[in-house]
């Protein structure tokens, strides 16, 4: 389809403003997650429910996006899950109450799976072959200075004007978006396929139950001790039937409307796609989880929430910058060996923070292993992303979009799972070690707390209980801290080996033709 040239531009805006919108939300709300747990009375393993809950509700919506974006029409479907999305941001802005905040974070997810998903979804749909990598370029570039903006506008509203109105912002964007989507948005037809026009209720039943089941499985394992759990095991077990009963029931005969055509997945730039969506999330979301947690938590002295936002949207504009050479990087040399040099940055720089995590790391010690991080992000992306829908009709594009979103989301979860695992078990081992070297230097330790007991006494005007009990308080923070930036360390070190195992993934997608 050609459109008018202000036409065009007036979409991509509106393209970029919606999914924005979810950007926005997304990286404030994992930037201020202390805040809220602080503000709400509860623990900061309860309020990453907060995540959890956003991020299991995109996993289910996204297997079933491509059949609602044929069956209502992309542009209805994209503006009622942006006025879906407004709604439940002012429910999570005026909920009182933590499970109600909930609610309406799965609403949210639902909602942010569309907007997450259908600005590929328009661009190759409405726009024509020859604009398209200019096209994904430049919202692209928009999606990271909104990640930005949300970082800065986030962590200043919540540090000076309690964390409810950085929802706000937001508000505004969707409006803006909402206007400008229905003054510039094409209205294209739905599908008349039958598969599109006829639901497959009993295959997204299936998807959904086994997501679902999935999902708590990959939240509350660890908490539950995984296997030794009777409910874990029951999950596990829903889970991989109705994964195995997913595709047979895809590929039947019977099955006049199947919910997507996994045959799309024959073709090996598809499937190497949709194989290298899993790691390529399980990077994304584990590292930009892991950061601001460290920053907020661990870091001394600790982090405010604004200074927090200035240092993660930092790494947002260089993400932008280097965003707009990607393009000429991948048309040089092809998007297999475009991989891999985005491999050959993503190691060095998780091995970088790896080495300079300490407690008392200046935090501008990290923004080179940054820089290498976002020059990593977008080769990454657009290389995995353009190879899951280089090579499919026009008929099935629905389908590889959405089956390379779902991996990238199955990705981002299982990363943020097994990350908040290995932490948690690198938290005992080195809680251990660090007791055994006080035991063993047990009149080192003595002495050190004699000394923290007399500086305490003679500065703070304590009595002289009191000041050893301040002595022990201060040894037991510091030991806390040191224990904490290790367990995080070893976090960035389980990043490098999970680029080093996608090293080995990337001969399965084919060679592309490049430009001499």
């Known amino acids: 389809m050609t459109l008018p040239p202000q036409q065009e531009k007036g979409l991509l805006l509106a393209l970029g403003l919606a999914t924005g919108v979810e950007f926005y939300v997304a990286d404030g709300l994992n930037l201020i997650l202390v805040d809220i747990a602080g503000a709400m009375g509860i623990s900061l393993d309860q309020a990453s429910w907060i995540l959890t809950v956003y991020t299991g509700a995109m996993f289910i919506g996204i297997p079933l996006s491509g059949w609602m974006a044929a069956h209502f029409g992309p542009r209805r479907y994209l503006i009622g899950s942006v006025c879906l999305f407004g709604l439940s941001t002012i429910g999570c802005m005026i909920s009182m109450d933590f499970p109600v905040f909930l609610f309406w974070r799965f609403i949210q997810g639902l909602a942010g799976s569309a907007l997450f998903t259908w600005w590929r979804g328009t661009i190759y749909t409405v726009l024509p072959k020859a604009k398209r990598g200019a096209s994904m370029q430049k919202t692209s570039i928009r999606l990271s200075l909104s990640s930005a903006c949300g970082l800065l506008v986030s962590g200043w509203v919540t540090e000076f004007l309690g964390w409810r109105l950085m929802f706000l912002p937001a508000l505004v964007l969707a409006g803006t978006a909402v206007a400008l989507l229905l003054r510039h948005y094409p209205d294209l037809p739905p599908s008349r396929e039958e598969r599109h026009q006829r639901p497959d209720w009993f295959g997204a039943a299936i ?28 999950l596990s077990a829903i889970t991989a039937i109705g994964c195995v009963l997913f595709v047979a029931w895809q590929f039947s005969p019977r099955n006049d409307a199947p919910l ?36 907020r938590g661990v870091m001394q002295p600790d982090f405010s929430a604004s200074q927090a936002g200035v240092f993660m949207a930092i790494y947002s504009l260089m993400t932008a910058f280097a965003r707009s050479q990607s393009g000429k990087v991948h048309a040089r040399i092809g998007q297999r060996k475009g991989l891999l040099v985005a491999m050959l940055l993503l190691i060095p720089s998780m091995l970088l923070i790896n080495r300079l995590m300490t407690s008392g790391t200046p935090p501008f010690y990290y923004i080179p292993a940054l820089a290498l991080f976002a020059a990593c992000q977008t080769l990454l992306l657009p290389g995995i992303g353009s190879g899951a829908m280089s090579r499919v009709s026009d008929e099935r594009f629905l389908d590889a979009v959405t089956i390379y979103m779902t991996a990238r989301q199955f990705g981002a979860s299982l990363g943020i799972a097994l990350l908040t ?4 078990h690198r938290l005992t081992l ?34 002289p209980e009191r000041t050893v009990e301040g002595a022990i308080d ?43």
């Open 260 to 295: 997507l055509h996994l045959g799309v997945l024959r073709d090996r730039m598809s499937f190497s796609a949709g194989l290298l969506g899993v790691p390529t999330g399980m990077i994304l979301a584990g590292c930009l989880f892991e950061l601001p947690e460290f920053l």
């Open 430 to 463: 080195h809680s251990s070690r660090l007791y055994e070297a006080l035991q063993t230097g047990r009149d080192s330790t003595a002495s050190w707390l004699r000394q923290g007991a007399g500086l305490l006494l003679s500065h703070s005007g304590l009595s």
């Open 207 to 234: 998807a959904v139950v086994s997501i679902g089941a999935l999902q708590v499985v990959l939240s509350r394992g660890d908490v539950d001790d995984w296997f030794a759990s009777s409910l874990i095991r029951g």
């Open 474 to 516: 201060l040894l037991s923070e510091t030991g806390r801290r040191q224990v904490e930036t290790l367990a995080y360390a070893d976090g960035f070190l389980f990043m490098a080996t999970i680029g080093v195992l996608m090293v080995l993934l990337i001969p399965l997608m084919p060679p592309t033709p490049v430009k001499k």
């Open 421 to 424: 695992v290995l932490i948690d």
